[in-house]
């Protein structure tokens, strides 16, 4: 009985995790165009040094790898993209992040 109970808790606890596990996504499109895609690079407009996001803190993202920086997408998703080659790693979502205020960061 012993082992039976361990393997079950084992169970719930793998399934547990896994269903908490989500996962970024790959893709991004606006009215039926795409926009980015993982491993493909960002259009030019989003490397613009305005659209560049210095205080990660204010939008809950992760500090960026080294080699890469966040940036602003469309609307709430925010962008980790390599500063040398544009190519994005990762698309976030954060919804309700208020405006930066001016001086602070």
């Known amino acids: 009985m012993k082992t039976c109970s361990k393997a079950l808790l084992s169970g719930l606890i793998a ?5 908490g ?3 970024f996504p790959e893709t991004a499109s606006h009215a039926g165009e795409m926009m ?5 690079p960002v259009p030019d407009q989003y490397m ?6 210095q205080n990660y803190h204010h939008y809950h993202l992760d500090k ?9 997408g469309v609307e ?5 993209v390599s500063i040398k080659s544009h190519i994005l790693k990762r698309i976030e979502y ?4 208020p405006p930066e205020t001016p001086g602070k960061g």
Do not use: K
């Open 15 to 19: 399934m547990a995790f896994v269903g």
């Open 21 to 23: 596990v989500q996962a």
């Open 36 to 40: 980015y895609h993982t491993g493909r």
């Open 48 to 53: 613009a040094d305005s659209n560049v996001i």
């Open 64 to 72: 960026p790898l080294g080699g890469y920086e966040w940036v602003h």
């Open 76 to 80: 709430n998703e925010y962008l980790l």
């Open 94 to 97: 954060r919804l309700n992040v």
